[in-house]
């Protein structure tokens, strides 16, 4: 069993280049006006537990609802894509490259959480769903690049000894 939850380093090229074409896709996705219409993309029923409110007059449970499937499908790629990418092994991985995963992953912890308080207080109603959907792919973004970036350090230190 693996205590430091790894995948495979070959895992992590074709990752990252998914993190970033999806990433980019769901950026041009929302600049093209989604979620309100934009591009449909991927449309059908789906189950849905809960859709409406939850505690107002409109609260519908379980049922089949018509939906764009795009956002769905686009956060679980990225966010697939983007753990794959942070947690795949370095060809040689020791000790060093686990402390520069941790702090990465520290780093982008804690700007994400100060994102999450900053947005608790200024951000009410619905639009605070969209908000948590930014904070988790910004966390896998400033997590993934802080770590691309100092493993470059890293790497290139090592070269010019």
Same mark, same amino acid.
């Given at each position: 069993?693996?205590?430091?939850?790894?995948?495979?380093?070959?895992?992590?090229?074709?990752? %990252?280049?998914?993190?970033?074409?999806?990433?980019?896709?769901?950026?041009?996705?929302?600049? =093209?006006? %989604?979620?309100?219409?934009?591009?449909?993309?991927?449309?059908?029923?789906?189950?849905?537990?809960?859709?409406?409110?939850?505690?107002?007059?409109?609260?519908?449970?379980?049922?089949?609802? =018509?939906?764009?499937?795009?956002?769905?499908?686009? #956060?679980?790629?990225?966010?697939?894509?983007?753990?794959?990418?942070?947690?795949?092994?370095?060809?040689?991985?020791?000790?060093?490259?686990?402390?520069?995963?941790?702090? %990465?992953?520290?780093?982008?912890?804690?700007?994400?959480? #100060? *994102?999450?308080?900053?947005?608790?207080?200024?951000?009410?109603?619905? %639009? *605070?769903?969209?908000?948590?959907?930014?904070?988790?792919?910004?966390? !896998?973004?400033?997590?993934?690049?802080? #770590?691309?970036?100092? !493993?470059?350090?890293?790497?290139?230190?090592?070269?010019?000894?």
């Amino acid at each position: 069993m693996n205590p430091y939850f790894e995948f495979p380093a070959l895992w992590k090229r074709p990752a %990252a280049t998914v993190f970033v074409l999806s990433t980019a896709a769901a950026l041009f996705w929302l600049i =093209a006006g %989604a979620p309100d219409g934009g591009l449909i993309w991927l449309r059908g029923s789906a189950p849905a537990l809960v859709y409406g409110e939850p505690f107002g007059p409109a609260y519908d449970g379980p049922a089949w609802v =018509a939906n764009n499937y795009t956002d769905e499908l686009m #956060l679980s790629v990225i966010t697939l894509s983007g753990v794959l990418t942070g947690f795949a092994k370095e060809p040689v991985e020791d000790e060093l490259i686990r402390q520069i995963r941790w702090k %990465a992953l520290a780093n982008a912890t804690v700007l994400s959480t #100060l *994102f999450l308080l900053l947005a608790t207080w200024t951000v009410y109603g619905l %639009a *605070f769903v969209n908000v948590l959907y930014v904070q988790t792919v910004a966390l !896998l973004v400033v997590f993934n690049t802080q #770590l691309a970036w100092s !493993l470059r350090r890293f790497y290139s230190a090592q070269h010019e000894e």
